[in-house]
Structures are given as structure tokens and as C-alpha cells.
């Protein structure tokens, strides 16, 4: 069992459809992350919030629309999928998204399935 | 080139040696290396954490670090079974909010 809980597991959406991935973290940390891992590619970065404040969009499609309303949680905001946006979505937090040595740790992640 | 280098494997090696990961990246002011292990289907776990050129051990794990040459490995010894995984080399570089920046990872079997 993971310090950070993403909700839900699996997903299977259509393309027209709006839907919204959770993450909530348990372990204090100040910084959250969103990532996404496709099959034989490395993590992609999408979103960094740090104490609530958005500090990076590594050029993530409007498609996806991040919101961290408290350090403690972070949703991901899906509308008008595309087919190749299938992946897993995996969020990460750390004590804070400053200082190099402080690790990531990672939710079980969100497995979408786009139709 | 890729910012973090790992071959993709599968690497294989009989239960009780001792297996030898590689990660190489492109980055000099990256400060900060991590591995991380990944079951099928479940997230990345941390694993270890090395910062400083040299080894740094814990328990099985050995993680060494050249960073003149821009590479990391990773050693498990007295390999097992259950270390059959797919090992990810994540490296951090220094300064404002700093990205983490991982490999495709290299995928590990134990043959028992």
C-alpha cells in the first residue's frame, strides 16, 4: 500500500466523454505530480504543482485540465480524449518540487482506455 | 540523444547472481540519481538514492555513480526471483523547480 491513492484504477471512456482522475497523498509532502507512461517510452512529465501553485506544463494538450485544490490532493481534468491518449497516468508527490535530493513517490495509477 | 539512456533488455540472470543495470545521461548539471523498480501493473517504487560520485549500498542493492563519465549502475546481488522487474534510472538536475527525467527503464528476469 502506497502513501498516494489514485482513484480510479482502470478507465474506459469515449472520446466524447469528461472525466476526472483523483490523486491524494497521505505523506505530507508539499509538491504533486502528473505523469504519463505509455508502453516503451520513458515517463512523460506533464504537471508540477508545488504548495498548490502550478510550476510547470511540459506542453500538455488543453485536453487535459490539471487542479490541485490543497497540497494533499490533485485531479486530472479529461475531455475530447484522443485514441493515442491511452496510457497509464501515474501521480507522484515529494517533500517539495525544490531541492534535488528529495525522491518521488508514486500512486498505483490510473489505467485509461480511450474508444 | 536521449537525456536518460537505459537498455531496454530483458536482462536475464540465474537466481543468485548478481545482475548489473546501466543508466547513462546527457545532462552535467544533473545532481540527483535515483533507481526506481516497477512490477508489471503497479507504480514505480524508490529503491535507492545516490548523490555523491562512488557507491552507496543497502542491503542487496549497490548503486555506484561517475559522474565524469555521466553514468550510473545498479547492483543486485544475490539475485531473486521476486527482483524480476523493470528497473527505471531517474536522474534530477539542479536548480528552480527541477525535472525529473527518467529512462525507459530495463527490464530484469531472475531464472530461478
Known amino acids: 500500500e502506497t502513501g498516494v491513492t489514485q482513484t480510479p484504477r482502470h478507465l474506459v471512456m469515449g472520446m466524447t466523454n469528461k472525466k476526472s482522475l483523483k490523486c491524494e497523498q497521505h505523506l505530507g509532502h508539499n509538491a504533486m505530480y502528473w505523469y504519463k507512461q505509455s508502453a516503451k517510452k520513458p515517463l512523460e512529465l506533464m504537471f508540477v504543482?508545488?504548495?498548490?501553485?502550478?510550476?510547470e506544463n511540459n506542453s500538455v494538450p488543453s485536453r487535459f485540465s490539471p487542479e490541485c485544490p490543497n497540497s494533499s490532493h490533485l485531479f486530472l481534468h479529461l475531455h475530447t480524449l484522443q485514441p493515442e491518449d491511452s496510457a497509464l497516468y501515474l501521480c507522484a508527490s515529494s517533500q517539495g518540487a525544490q531541492g534535488a535530493r528529495q525522491p518521488q513517490h508514486f500512486g498505483d495509477g490510473t489505467r485509461l482506455s480511450i474508444l | 540523444q536521449k537525456e536518460v539512456e537505459q537498455n531496454s533488455g530483458p536482462l536475464s540472470v540465474p537466481e543468485g547472481a548478481i545482475a548489473s543495470l546501466n543508466c547513462t545521461y546527457s545532462d552535467r548539471v544533473s545532481q540527483s540519481f535515483f533507481w526506481y523498480r516497477q512490477y508489471s501493473g503497479k507504480s514505480p517504487e524508490l529503491i535507492m538514492s545516490?548523490?555523491?560520485?562512488g557507491d552507496k549500498e543497502d542491503g542487496r542493492f549497490t548503486a555506484q555513480l561517475n559522474k565524469a563519465s555521466q553514468y550510473v549502475s545498479l547492483l543486485i546481488r544475490d539475485s531473486q526471483p521476486s527482483d524480476s522487474a523493470t528497473y527505471l534510472c531517474?536522474?534530477?538536475?539542479?536548480?528552480?523547480?527541477?525535472?525529473?527525467?527518467f529512462g525507459t527503464g530495463t527490464k530484469l528476469q531472475v531464472i530461478p
Open positions: 545516490i548523490y555523491s560520485n
Open positions: 504543482y508545488n504548495f498548490k501553485e502550478q510550476t
Open positions: 531517474a536522474v534530477r538536475r539542479t536548480g528552480g523547480y527541477q525535472k525529473v527525467t
